[in-house]
């Protein structure tokens, strides 16, 4: 049996890096992958790809919808590697921090820190308010990674789907081992 990994998705600008998550999972063929969305990120992944669930439904092997809070994300006996919330809204991230369970991304999310399980977060906004950087401290504190997409420059990405392939591999980094990634080389003119 393959190992378990929870993709969430919620309503932040981001979903084209969500997509490029769920291809390169499908791709690697590693990990049974259970997707959740919810409705924000709906509508964003509309705006954002042209795309709407149903497109992106078959790059997982399982869909549980959000409503579902008895599906089996919900539960620790549920064995996961973790979960990765990409993007991450700041809605997301104060429920997450504050223990608000009403959803199952919201609820697969405080299992995954309840049972010490990697819990990666694309966390997506700009500027950060002092709100929302006490809330990623919190997480932080919590055992939460956060991994906010933010563009590095020394790959030489030529497109947005490079930038793009680059964020998503920077997320699955801490899932699947890297091969064929540029390491920074440091600044040494002796290269």
């Known amino acids: ?6 993709i969430g998705i919620s309503g932040a600008s981001g979903a084209p890096i969500a997509v490029e998550v769920l291809r390169q999972l499908r791709q690697a063929s590693v990990f049974e992958v ?3 969305v919810t409705g924000g990120a709906e509508m964003t992944l509309r705006q954002e790809t042209g795309m709407a669930v149903s497109d992106i439904r078959g790059l997982a092997d399982v869909f549980h919808e959000n409503s579902d809070i008895g599906a089996g994300p919900a ?4 064995l996961t590697e973790g979960m990765i919330i990409v993007p991450c809204s700041m809605k997301t991230v ?9 959803n199952l991304l919201l609820r697969a999310a405080d299992v995954t820190l309840k049972e010490r399980r990697k819990l990666v977060l694309a966390a997506r906004e700009s500027p950060l308010s002092t709100v929302h950087l006490r809330n990623l401290l919190e997480l932080s504190r919590m055992g939460g990674m956060i991994v906010p997409p933010m563009l590095s420059y020394y790959q030489h990405p030529k497109t947005i789907e490079d930038c793009t392939e680059m964020l998503a591999r920077r997320m699955l980094r801490q899932f699947l081992p890297e091969e064929g990634f540029p390491e920074w080389e440091g600044m040494n003119e002796n290269r």
């Open 94 to 102: 104060a429920g997450i921090v504050s223990g608000y369970s009403e």
């Open 34 to 36: 259970h997707l959740i």
């Open 1 to 6: 049996m393959k190992r378990r990994l929870v």
């Open 75 to 78: 539960s620790g006996s549920f």
